[in-house]
Every structure is written in C-alpha cells, then in structure tokens.
C-alpha cells in the first residue's frame, strides 16, 4: 500500500510534490483513471500516488493543425470524442480509451492533398476547412488527381487496394479491376505505393507490400492498369525492389515527356532504386556498383516538370540523376559541399548529443540510419562509430578520452581514444543476458556527473555499470509489469544514490525513485 495518495489540481502542485518526495527519497507513482487491475498500475510499498484524476480538462484542439493540448489525467476517450466532434481521427488502441495518460497525435497528415493517416479529407475552400470523405479503419496513402481532368482522383488504401473518385473527391468507389484482372487485397496485403503517368493519367503503377503478419514485408507484386483501375496486371519480371520493408520503402515514379522511364526504389545498400526503360516489362538497377552511391531506404522520386531531372530522397538525404531516358550509370549525392551552403543538411538528429566539457568544438550526436557522427568545429560532421541508427551519446567528464555511444534499441559501446573512427568496442556485458527485456527504439542511457564510472541503462529494468561499463547489473525490478519499457533516466546531481527512472507501460507514464545503498 502506498504511504499517502495526493490528488494535484495544477503542475505547480505536482512540482512541489515532487521536490518533497525526492528530498525524502519517496518514490512516485504517478497515474490516472485507470481500473487499477494491471500489474504496472500497482504502487510500491511506501510510495506516494500522484493521483491526477483532478487535472482532467482538454486544453484545446486545433484542428487546423492537427494537434490537442490537454491536462495530463484527461480521458483518451475524452480527445477520441473531440477529435471525431472536429472530423478528426484520434488513433488510439481501443483497451486504452478509459486510460487518464494520453500520448499519440490527433492525426498523422502526410503529404498530399486530402490524405491523412486513416482517412481522406477534402477541402473546398483552399484549405481553411475540411470535411472527411472516406474511412475504413486502415492506413490511406497517397493522393493522386488527374492532371487534365480535375474531377478524377486516385487514392491507396492499405488491404482496401486503390479507390477512385469522379467528382473531385467528395465520392469514392473501388478500382481494383474486374474478373481475372484484379489488384490483389485482403489481410494478406499491405501498403499500397500507387502512381500516375503524367504523360497518360489512365496508367497507373501500384508496388502492394506483403503484410508483416502473413510475410516477410517484401513485395506481394507490382501492378499496372492503362484503363484507370478496370483492368490491373501483374508486372511478372518487376524486383523485389523494397526488400523487406515494402511497407516502409515503397515508392514509384515516371518520368514526365517519357512514359517508359519509369523508376521503382525501396531498401538495401545494393538494390535501392531500380529503371525500367519499356513501362515496367524489364527492370535494371541504376548507377555505378549497383547503386551503391545511394543511401538505403528509399522514400520519395520526383521529377522537374519537364522530365530531365529526377530527384531521389532517402534516410541518406538527397540526390539527383539526369539519366532519364538511357540506363542511369551516375547518381549525384545533394548532401555534401566544399564550404558553407553548398551542401543540403539533411541528418535528423536524434536525443542525447553529447558535448566535450572543455572543448566546445568536440561533440557527438546519434542520427537516423547515419550511425554516430563526430563535431570537430566545422560544419561537416564525420562518422566513424559502430551504429546504423545512433542514438544517445556520453563523454565521460573526468577523462573525456572515455567516450560512450548507445545504437537505437539494445547496443552500447566505448572508445578510450577520444571517439574517434573505428575505435569504438561493444560494452554491454550483463545487459539483457536472457534476450528478453523491452526496449525503446532510442533507449534511455545516462552517466552519474559525480561519478563517471557509474552509468545507467534503461530497457524495462534500470541496469547499473560501476566500472565504465566492463560489467552490468540489473538494480530495479520490470518497472511495466511486461507492458512497456523506460524511457528517461537521471541521476541527481547532488546525490549519486538517487536516480530517477520514467516507465511507459499498461498504466501509463510512470515515474520511480531509486535509493541506492551501495554506489
């Protein structure tokens, strides 16, 4: 049982609450309205409750612009209702929607002109309102509109195939073809990459992805119609193009002035991004070594409107090839410059850069799927640690030689030779040693400031290193209950022996004081 259960009105409250607590070095359960039946809402012996069942009023929702501001005990339910009063879709799990903790976003829009993440949208007056015009539960994607005939517009919709509207939208009917010409859907299908011929808006190209949960997620088939939807063929010689995140990297272009260029990318460091010069019969990959100049996972093609330049975006960043008509045999990487301005920044930078603490010109910072890059004062970043995704990053303050990266998930490693290339070596004895915690994809990793040997690693338990990270222990008990994992980690300034961990589990967010007797 708990020692006293609070009930704050505003963040103020809670403020203070938590001072005192972490003066007395009381732990914190912090919940809402939930039933109190999952494991992970149970509060530890002698802890206090932050109870937030009082702070329950949505703030606002902006439909406009697709967000909600509300108070931390509202009702998941409650911004479900506002969101669908609004002609907005909350995505929630539907075991959550009496759960006081919120999380997600009202609506995931994508790029294009009525798409959102489960629905379609129109607006009529330039954008200024919208009116849903089609759900049926699963992922939409892209909308395309006929270039010459305004009112004709196709959409891709995951198992559901392609849909098509004759009057601008505001209708939508299946056009997945008749008798034995049909675009494969059901379960066993998944997202839909679909494109029109700029040249002939009745040829369309749809890339259909095996569904995760009845294949590996490569491709189920690549599809042609040249009679808008009522008849779609297989396209028998097409690659497996997007590997096995088809329904990730998954995309389709052609070429303006040139209806057989027609060009198809996905995943993979070899097989990225693949030509057609006859309109989809034969395939070949692009540029040098097999496309090896290109970055993997490959999300979006675009041509200039007069069809000599294709523009190919990917987790790498950009590049470009004027090769449109003939077999791509050069790939020109947008990332990279002689001097300032001349390059495109591109890299997303994820939490937990680190910076050296006296040298501001040296620091490191984890990207995604570019590894952990090196500041050396000048605006060019250089790579050289372990990791595919990197993600947080540790200099060790009283001997910065000491230098620490975590890869996205479960993967920690050390350089003694101030970070630099290829001098990383993996560290995580004793973390996870059965294979089985829950991981965050950018996982929680934090270094005591007043004792640099001790460090701390988050999955679903907190694990402890007191010797630089030689070996690690598990010091806490599964914070979620096997629902969920951490997600933040510190240690307090002022006392070694005090590290507070936040858990995201079943109950929602919760947060946890640890009192360490042996540091």
Known sequence: MPQVVVFPRTAEEISGVLKVAGRHKVPVVARGSGTGLSGGSVPTPGSLVLCLVRMDKLVELDARNFTVRAQAGVLTQAIY????????FYQMCIRDRLRAFYQGWVTDSQIGTVVTSRRIFRSSDGGNTWTNVYFNGDQAYNVIFNPTNGNVAYASIDTDGVIVSNDGGQTWSPANGTGANVLPTGSSTERVALTMDPNNPSTLYAGIANTPFGGPGTLYGLYKTTDGGTNWIQLTNAPNYCGGQCWYDNVI?????????????????????YQS????????????????????????????????????????????????????TTVTSLNAGTGPGTGLGTLQFYPGPAIHPTNTNIGFGGTQDNGSMMYSGSLTWNGGGACGDGARNLIDSANPDNVYESCVELSVWKSTDGGSADSFNQVQNGLDPNGTDSVNWVAPFTMDPSNTQNLYFGTNFVYQTTNGAGSWTAISPDFTSGTGNLNALAVSPVRSNTVYAGANGSSGPLVYVLSLIHI
């Open 81 to 88: 209702d506002a969101a669908d009063s609004a002609g907005l």
């Open 277 to 328: 010069l006859d309109g989809g019969n034969t395939w070949a990959l692009t540029g040098p070594g097999n496309n090896s100049t290109i970055h993997p996972d490959l999300h979006a093609l675009a041509f200039t409107s007069d069809g000599t330049i294709l523009y190919i975006g990917n987790d790498g960043g950009m590049y470009s090839t004027t090769q449109i008509g003939v077999a791509v």
């Open 253 to 273: 272009a052609v070429a303006p002035g040139n209806s057989n260029a027609v060009f198809a990318g996905g995943s993979g460091w070899e097989n990225q991004l």
